[in-house]
């Protein structure tokens, strides 16, 4: 998810910020990213299972269709996180670079982009940890079902482990409270684990002006 997710939003981001016209054209892309960032994930189910599913008939319950569904609803977040990092960049260091003689793409790949990473790697960071517990667009597309075998590729049919907990937890046995604990750990410490490195990132990589 993140290797397709992360060069879009970043990519996304730095046309809107430093390449876009400004007319209403842009103006309207804006404000959807915006009102995307604050739709509820089962609206992205329901689109994925409209076109993933319906459209270009991916199979049911796979990762694959998963991870796009994850990506499209975190997508915004990025977008959004990037333009901020972008704007805290100082002008000062954009025009000194143009003031040089380095062209406008040449300011922004070698300067501006490597100054705003870290607000870049923070956002997605933090926008897989949100998608890493979600559940309601997973449903949507299937992936409740009871996976007898260990999926071996992505076009498999699979659970995810959110789902996974809601399935033990509905199940009345006395075993499958402990799989439930178990698993709900694993999922906190990945939790943790993502915001930890989301955190340290930033402190390794932010300057201060």
Not at 23 to 40: F, G, H, R, S
Not at 106 to 112: E, I, K, L
Request: hydrophobic content about 55%.
């Amino acid at each position: 998810m993140l290797l397709y997710q992360f060069p879009i939003g970043v990519a996304a981001a730095t046309y809107l910020e430093e390449f876009a016209p400004k007319n209403k054209i842009t103006d309207m892309i804006e404000i959807n990213i915006n009102n995307l960032a604050a739709v509820p994930s089962i609206v992205f189910g329901l689109l994925g299972l409209a076109i993933f599913l319906n459209v270009a008939e991916l199979p049911r319950s796979a990762p694959i269709v998963g991870g796009l569904v994850l990506s499209l609803m975190t997508l915004p977040t990025i977008i959004i996180s990037s333009r901020a990092a972008i704007k805290a960049v100082p002008p000062s260091i954009k025009d000194a670079a143009l003031g040089v003689g380095a062209s406008k793409m040449q300011s922004v790949t070698h300067h501006v982009l490597p100054l705003a990473m870290p607000g870049m790697l923070t956002g997605t960071i933090i926008g897989m940890a949100q998608a890493l517990g979600e559940t309601a667009p997973l449903i949507m597309i299937g992936m409740v079902a009871f996976i007898v075998d260990v999926p071996q590729g992505p076009f498999d049919a699979a659970s995810a482990l959110p789902v996974q907990i809601y399935l033990w937890a509905e199940n009345p046995e006395k075993g499958f409270a402990e799989n439930t604990s178990g698993a709900i750990m694993v999922l906190l410490f990945f939790l943790a684990f993502m915001n930890s490195c989301a955190v340290l990132l930033r402190k390794r990589l932010e300057r201060r002006w």
